[in-house]
T-cell receptor, first 113, second 115 residues
Framework: AQSVAQPEDQVNVAEGNPLTVKCTYSVSGNPYLFWYVQYPNRGLQFLLKYITGDNLVKGSYGFEAEFNKSQTSFHLKKPSALVSDSALYFC???????????FGSGTRLSIRP | EAQVTQNPRYLITVTGKKLTVTCSQNMNHEYMSWYRQDPGLGLRQIYYSMNVEVTDKGDVPEGYKVSRKEKRNFPLILESPSPNQTSLYFCATARGQGGPSSEAFFGQGTRLTVV
């Protein structure tokens, strides 16, 4: 069965510092991995995805994510955090064709000025 | 413009009064799904559909019904709402067959309160 784990409920970072939001997954077959962001009173917005190829994926708003097959991880990163990055972040996985999308429990990212 | 439209955005209702939350998409996506979001529990899948007339239970289907009579619409039905169904609901769509690499597109959400 597919599953996604986000081990941290909250991540606190000072503005200008690098940030990492962790995600691990479990699927049978090749994984398709996604990150989404949710701002207050809004739906989820797509940030980036890993399909195949380069393990470092770049996405919107300066975010990137590193796929690590041996550790079954897909951590979200940004070199220099902004206060406006404060939001709720979700990792998600699909595998195979015609399969459902499973989301992690979410990590609240708080960037202090 | 690609859109997933949910209605209503906000709803307060009483226990036991049947209600329907509508979801419509204009992207011709096969896959549609309903999630509920509760504090500390993240997104939990209620039902999903791979195509017209094909629906499957997610992780928390009790108390909900869905139908997929046409590709663009995927209504969520609460036959007899209870207070524990008070939540924020999201509809999402994605390409289905042959498209596992497709990201999901979300509606704006429906905040439901059952009193």
């Amino acid at each position: 069965a597919q599953s996604v784990a986000q081990p941290e409920d909250q991540v606190n970072v000072a503005e200008g510092n690098p940030l990492t939001v962790k995600c691990t997954y479990s699927v049978s077959g090749n994984p398709y991995l996604f990150w989404y962001v949710q701002y207050p009173n809004r739906g989820l917005q797509f940030l980036l995805k890993y399909i195949t190829g380069d393990n470092l994926v770049k996405g919107s708003y300066g975010f990137e994510a590193e796929f690590n097959k041996s550790q079954t991880s897909f951590h979200l990163k940004k070199p220099s955090a902004l206060v406006s990055d404060s939001a709720l972040y979700f990792c998600a996985v699909r595998s195979g064709s015609a399969s459902k999308i499973i989301f992690g429990s979410g990590t609240r990212l708080s960037i202090r000025p | 413009e690609a859109q997933v439209t949910q209605n209503p955005r906000y709803l307060i209702t009483v226990t036991g009064k049947k209600l329907t939350v509508t979801c419509s998409q204009n992207m011709n996506h096969e896959y549609m799904s309903w999630y509920r979001q509760d504090p500390g529990l993240g997104l939990r899948q209620i039902y999903y559909s791979m195509n017209v007339e094909v629906t499957d239970k997610g992780d928390v289907p009790e108390g909900y019904k869905v139908s997929r009579k046409e590709k663009r619409n995927f209504p969520l039905i609460l036959e007899s709402p209870s207070p524990n169904q008070t939540s924020l609901y999201f509809c999402a769509t994605a390409r289905g067959q042959g498209g596992p690499s497709s990201e999901a597109f979300f509606g704006q959400g429906t905040r439901l309160t059952v009193v």
